[in-house]
């Protein structure tokens, strides 16, 4: 059991890790179809076991799984009704050190009226497997999201048609033996009469079982392969509500032929006192291929989202800052020109904030034929700026140092700007200008076209 459990427990993590994987968002084109019929064929497999507590021994869950056809009728792009008929395998397994028995027989001749004389058996390390198969037919209500790919969920019930049952014992030895309660005696050792140790007994047959009916919920993804077909990939729980252990059949596992005690023969534990109820149980993955057809209920094409960047550059600062003027000089009302004010202001304070921030200022003199890092660091940020906004223009305005010549403030100007065509700034953006101030400062600023 423990290592079907770890199995079946494995398997559920690897599903829901690719269902977690592939239901990621995507930004692209989906078209979502929802059509009134919907047929399917259906496979899954998990923990499937004929649930029972016997007075002895011990059992296990076994694997077991279930396949069949499928139909959904929608009612809404959101419900649906389910049914369809589904084949399902069910084990059982049970297991025990010693399994014992004892009834009553008929009495030996010349025994007292009030005595009585037993038969008893004796199984050392007993082993049973039983399988049973059912047609379960379901009734379910089933809900779905809307998308490309869906979340769902069902809930209902199912009727289990027995198609078919049977049982295999193995046992290391059987031991048999008379009782009588008169005089107090065990009767063994007499292979005559019936009674002796038999070893590697083994049985098989038949088994009558009843109706089933089974709650049953199921859950998962809907992934839409295309406009018609679909694949759900679910997990899935059936209990059974009532016993389905036929309780005609109550015997004993080792049956005594009083007419020919040499000849024996055998049961299966269901149809023993051994065990009282027996029902069915599945929890295991599904896996179902569905086909739309009919009438399209829902059709939708849902478009990908796309992110947009808004550039606002001092240009369009401008002009809004225009426009909010002109519309506040034509309103008559004191608060609506106030407010009006109190836009421009903050349009004013947007438009000196980007100013400052792309204000680059050179104050150590350029000489040589190469920037220092600090001097080419601030360039390359201004390239950056430029690249960034193509509807932008650059001022190089150098002032003279104390020991320049006339020509030496225009040559550093030139220098900046070989320097910004070289790096992919087009020489229309880039205008030069000189003062005679001697502040050996040298400052670059972006402006609007």
Not at 36 to 48: F, K, N, Q, V, Y
Not at 300 to 310: A, E, G, H, L, W
């Amino acid at each position: 059991m423990n290592n079907n459990c770890r199995i079946f427990s494995i398997t559920l993590l690897l599903l829901l890790n690719i269902a977690s994987i592939s239901a990621q968002d995507k930004d692209t084109l989906e078209h979502i179809t929802v059509y009134r019929h919907e047929i399917s064929l259906l496979g899954g497999g998990g923990l499937s076991s004929l649930q029972y507590s016997p007075t002895a021994g011990k059992t296990e869950t076994n694997l077991g799984g279930q396949f069949g056809v499928g139909y959904n009728f929608f009612f809404s792009p959101n419900w649906s009704i389910n049914t369809g008929l589904e084949m399902s395998l069910y084990t059982g397994k049970f297991t025990a050190a010693t399994l014992d028995e004892s009834y009553p027989i008929s009495k030996p001749a010349g025994a007292p009226k009030n005595s009585s004389f037993y038969f008893q058996s004796a199984y050392q390390n007993y082993e049973e497997t039983q399988t049973a198969s059912y047609l379960n037919i379901p009734l379910m209500i089933q809900y779905q999201t809307l998308g490309k790919h869906k979340f769902y969920a069902s809930a209902g019930v199912k009727i289990g048609i027995p198609l078919s049952a049977s049982y295999e014992s193995t046992a290391e030895s059987l031991t048999t033996r008379g009782y009588s309660d008169y005089t107090e005696q065990y009767y063994e050792n007499m292979p005559p009469h019936g009674f002796d140790t038999y070893q590697g007994v083994s049985s098989s047959g038949d088994l009558d079982m009843n109706l089933a009916f089974l709650g049953a919920m199921e859950t998962g993804m809907k992934w839409q392969l295309s406009n018609q077909i679909s694949l759900y990939t679910g997990l899935y729980v059936d209990y059974g509500f009532n016993n389905i252990k036929s309780t005609d059949t109550n015997t004993n596992m080792v049956v005594y032929d009083e007419k020919n005690p040499t000849k024996k023969s055998y049961n299966s534990l269901f149809q023993s006192e051994f065990v009282d109820k027996v029902s069915p149980m599945g929890v295991g993955i599904k896996l179902k291929l569905s086909l739309g057809a009919g009438k399209k209920i829902f059709d939708q094409i849902k478009y990908p989202k796309v992110d947009t960047v808004n550039i606002v550059d001092k240009a369009e600062i401008d002009r809004l800052a225009i426009e909010k003027m002109r519309n506040a000089q034509t309103a008559q009302s004191t608060e609506a020109n106030q407010k009006a004010r109190e836009m421009i202001d903050r349009l004013q304070t947007e438009q000196d904030a980007i100013y400052k921030s792309n204000l680059v200022k050179i104050t150590a003199p350029i000489y040589g034929s190469d920037f220092d890092s600090e001097q080419k660091s601030q360039l390359d940020e201004k390239i950056v700026i430029l690249r960034q906004y193509p509807n932008m223009n650059i001022t190089i305005n150098v002032s003279a140092c104390e020991e320049d010549t006339l020509r030496e403030p225009q040559e550093r100007a030139e220098k900046i700007k070989k320097y910004l065509v070289a790096n992919d700034i087009s020489s229309n953006r880039i205008k030069t200008k000189t003062n005679e101030t001697p502040n050996c400062r040298t400052e670059l600023r972006v402006d609007g076209k």
